[in-house]
């Protein structure tokens, strides 16, 4: 091996010959175990949400793999409608054309050649990422097999009455011209202005004030609401208000979703442009009146005066008009949550438009009953209460999008109107009986990407057909997602699987959380906090990293406070620390919380941990190169570690049960660093390096290393893939093992090894022995090379026997220069104490120190504590610094003080032990 691990040196090589050789497929004759990816956008690139949940799946699926299943993770990628329209868009703008320019015929052909050229860059990550999907069978959204199972879908939905065209509220992006999921809408809070206007009563008796945030918006009132409840108003319930500026007479209704804190506690009633409102209108029966057409300019249904305008010059001239009648009663300053398109970054508007939907209740019904009954199960179970709260308020679908890329509505019109839906022109013409007189042209609109995202679970397995992936891999074993989708994604994949594939999807739903920075807050461009796995796998420049921080920024005057923030975090850039460290950081943080923090200070430890493991798999090889025909004797040292083994192996396996990837990445750390690194290569060093050790004993622990390095490389393969294959195909050779990869090893059971419950007590003294000697040495400040007597007292026959057996490890590791027990009735040195169960080390103290002058360092390191706690304390008792600091600035101080005061009792612990050697 190497002397030193360097990831760069291994990773790619070993996926190459991973996937050449076919290892992701499915093979064997275990049980079947599924994991489909959710699709990554065609546009995408990998962030770290999917470097978090593809680390999650991979490690599930090399687990279950190794385990015997005849496993298959499923690849794929999603179409992006919007995103990749857009992509496509700006290269034709660059060009000097656009897509209305050259058709849909020839946009269509720019979207493939791009596709194909271009899209898919997030697979090439994956693969950085050690991914073990079955590449063989990728799939695409657009795939012709998954298009003729949408178009399937769609159309046995509309005959069966649950698909329907009608005028409802929509997202609306007046960029992209397309209606919108609640989830490409993204809110932000932004600064604006609350207006209040006064609505005259028609009888005169005086007037309402509204407040609103989009003045514009009243051109399309239909009421003003009050609280029923308000004493202030309830009054006025049923009376009538003359619409400033159009004139119309609009009621005054009683409704509980009035807030009376909120403004004057009246609320102006837009149902056409306001999702709030339109429940409002539907519950009242008020007419809706659309203002706006689709680039969110005044149509024609306003008054003359403000007709063409843009929404935001409509707005000030409301305004303007409104002050010139007298009616403008106040302005005050307002943030409040802006609805911007994720794709465009413009601010979406409620818009009533006729759109596709899935009449969505009988396939809810169903889907509630899976997860009610059991068949489905979500981890945590903590899930179960929003799936249900989503399922049991579902409104209907709206699955068109004003688009040309994505899967085309499978509905034709004819010159009166007439809709008929079904598989393509000449089958409408049949199934309707229509003879070629009769002119058709198909629906512009392509379906939401979610339509054909759930069918994913069974469509890539090639539904319709009943084929033999369709047998072996439906339904699948787990989903791996985000929480953030499960209404989106999840609960849509459980209806249409029940529903078509006569089945759930999949029977577990493990929900992780979300990562964010080091600070809590979520990863944005604009916060100049986003971190790209790859840079953390490869290392990147500073110069580098400033320039992709801030490239294609919507906000171009935050460009100079990401640089410095970029600046202070990454001075010299980022380290390389390679994929197994990434991976073992993200399965170290996979614990069942919402929120996740990425502190760069664990990966940085986890790549210590990389190196500590190639450190003693070098030390592993070097000590075994010599054998011996002797049968092995086991040491209790050696049947101590193959003790601990089997309780880490059995932990291991109860925590991937449990979907607990922290506890486990935990179990696998403290037995690789502190019992097998720390301990167990120390204790094999007396044996192996001695000369008054057999051949046999030798033997024990050559076979020992070996064994339970080679079982440690499959335990931790599953997070750490490439690393553990390196070590392994160096390590193999020596366990006599065949094989042309660790992947296709069996994982390691518990019944593989057995508990020493006697070889665990001996040893576990052993180290606590050793321990309170480097205590002692610790607080006495003596050098760890320097051999130290060491003095028991109240020792039991057992202690006596244990040091008199172990003397051997307790001089090499512990630099014991020699062990005394006391009898009852002798009398101890002074001596620094160290407690062992009932039984007290001690270490005679004259003529190991200069006790004068370790009394002044220590009495000089206590005037410096003191100075410091004098210091903090007088920051406490400061009223102004209490009280205007930051509060974790404070909580910091008083954090400050308890180290300070421990500090000064440990010294004072120590000062009263060189007390009594004066």
């Known amino acids: 091996m190497d002397k030193t691990y360097s990831p760069s040196e291994i990773e790619q090589r070993h996926y190459q010959r991973w996937e050449a050789n076919g290892y992701f497929a499915p093979s064997g004759e275990g049980e079947p175990y599924c994991i489909v990816i959710p699709p990554p956008n065609v546009t995408g690139t990998l962030h770290m949400g999917h470097a978090f949940q593809d680390t999650i799946m991979d490690t599930l699926t090399r687990y279950q793999r190794m385990s015997g299943r005849n496993t298959l993770w499923q690849p794929g990628s999603d179409h992006a409608g919007i ?119 028609t009888d005169g008796s005086g007037h309402l004030t509204v407040a609103t945030t989009r003045p514009e918006t009243m051109l399309g009132d239909s009421a003003v609401a009050v609280h029923p409840d308000d004493d202030r108003y ?229 539904w319709p057909e009943n084929t033999d992936a369709l047998k072996a891999f439906y339904p699948g074993n787990v989903l791996v997602t985000g929480f953030d989708i499960i209404f989106f994604w999840v609960a849509r994949m459980i209806m249409f699987g029940l529903k078509f594939a006569g089945d759930v999807p999949f029977r577990e ?41 801030t490239r294609g920024l919507m906000q171009p005057h935050l460009k100079p406070k990401i640089e410095q923030a970029t600046r202070k975090q990454f001075p010299q850039g980022i380290d390389e620390y390679g994929t197994d460290a990434l991976r073992f950081t993200f399965a170290a943080l996979a614990t069942t919380g ?37 049968a092995p004797e086991l040491s209790p040292a050696d049947r101590w570690i193959r003790s601990r083994l089997q309780r880490t192996v059995a932990a291991v396996h109860e925590h991937f049960a449990n979907y607990r990837l922290d506890l486990a990445a935990q179990a696998l750390y403290d037995f690789t660093w502190h019992e097998f690194c720390d301990w167990y290569l120390e204790l094999s060093k007396p044996v192996l390096q001695s000369e008054d050790t057999s051949d046999a004993q030798k033997q024990g622990a050559r076979q020992t290393l070996i064994d339970v390095l080679e079982s440690l490389l499959r335990l931790l393969h599953p997070i750490m893939p490439f690393i553990t294959e390196e070590i392994w195909q160096q390590t193999r050779l020596r366990a006599g093992i065949d094989g042309d990869t660790i992947m296709l090893r069996p994982y390691p059971l518990a019944s593989d090894y057995s508990a ?75 001596a620094a104490t160290a407690l062992l169960g009932n039984m007290y080390l001690l270490v005679p103290m004259e003529g190991l120190i200069d006790v004068a002058a370790e009394r002044a360092r220590l009495g000089k390191q206590r005037d410096r504590v003191l100075a410091d706690l004098a210091r903090s304390n007088g920051k406490l008792g400061n009223a102004n610094f209490v009280n205007n600091a930051p509060a974790d600035v404070v909580t910091q101080e008083k954090n400050r003080v308890s180290e300070f005061e421990q500090q000064l009792q440990q010294l004072a612990e120590q000062l009263e032990k060189l007390e009594s050697l004066a």
């Open 234 to 462: 309830q009054h006025l319930i049923g009376k009538e208000l003359e619409l400033p500026l159009v004139g119309r007479r609009i009621p005054v209704v009683g409704d509980d979703y009035v807030d009376p804190e909120f403004g004057t506690g009246c609320v102006k009633i837009t149902p056409a442009h306001d999702f709030n409102d339109y429940e409002v209108g539907q519950r009242h029966s008020l007419p809706m009146y659309n203002i706006f057409d689709d680039n969110a300019a005044i149509n024609n249904s306003a008054p003359e005066a403000y007709r063409g305008l843009d929404r935001y010059d409509a707005r000030k001239k409301v305004v303007a008009d409104l002050d010139a009648l007298g009616l403008l009663a106040a302005v005050e300053d307002y943030d409040r949550k802006v609805p911007r398109g994720d794709r465009s970054g413009e601010i979406v508007e409620p818009y009533l438009t006729d759109q596709w939907y899935v009449k969505i209740q009988p396939l809810a019904d169903p889907a509630i009953e899976a997860v009610e009954s059991g068949r489905i199960r979500f981890v945590p179970e903590t899930w179960n209460k929003t799936y249900f709260d989503w399922m049991y308020n579902i409104q209907d679908w709206c699955i068109s999008r004003q688009l040309w890329w994505g899967h085309r509505i499978p509905a034709w019109y004819d010159d009166n109107g007439n809709i008929y839906v079904a598989d393509s022109e000449a089958a409408a013409r049949e199934k309707y009986k229509l003879d070629a007189s009769v002119a058709l042209r198909q629906d512009e609109d392509v379906l939401d990407t979610w339509f054909s995202s759930a069918l994913w679970p069974f469509s890539t397995m090639g």
């Open 83 to 201: 995103a990749t329209q857009m992509v496509v868009e700006r290269q034709l703008n660059a060009a000097g054309t656009s897509r209305s320019e050259i058709g849909r015929e020839e946009f269509l052909k720019r979207v493939w050649k791009w596709k194909d050229e271009s899209g898919g860059q997030i697979n090439q990550q994956l693969r950085r990422m050690g991914a073990s999907v079955d590449w063989t069978r990728e799939r695409f959204t657009m795939d012709e097999g998954l298009s003729e199972a949408v178009t399937r879908v769609f159309v046995s939905l509309f005959d069966e009455g649950l698909i329907y065209r009608g005028k409802r509220l929509v997202n609306w992006d007046p960029v992209l011209h397309t209606a919108l999921s609640d989830l490409e809408v993204l809110q932000e809070d932004e600064p604006g202005h609350l207006w209040h206007f006064n609505y005259p009563l």
């Open 756 to 830: 020493d419950d006697e070889a665990e007590r001996e040893i576990e003294w052993v180290r606590q022995f050793i321990l309170g000697v480097r205590q002692i040495r610790g607080e006495m400040d003596i050098s760890p090379g320097k051999t130290l007597p060491v003095m028991l007292q109240q020792a039991s026959a057992l202690d006596r026997q244990r040091a008199e057996r172990h003397a051997a490890l307790l001089a090499r590791v512990g630099r014991v220069e020699s062990v005394t027990a006391l009898n009852d009735d002798e009398q101890a040195p002074p």
């Open 594 to 630: 919402r929120d996740i923090r990425f502190d760069l200070g664990r990966i940085e430890g986890y790549k210590n941990f990389c190196n500590k493991l190639w450190n003693a798999a070098r030390y592993t090889h070097m000590n075994t190169e010599a054998q011996s025909d002797a």
């Open 509 to 549: 739903v493990y929900i992780h959380g979300l990562i964010r920075d080091q600070e809590g807050q979520k990863m944005s461009k604009s916060k100049g906090n986003v971190l790209d796995p790859l840079d953390l796998i490869d290392g990147v420049d500073l110069d580098t990293l400033l320039e992709k921080r």
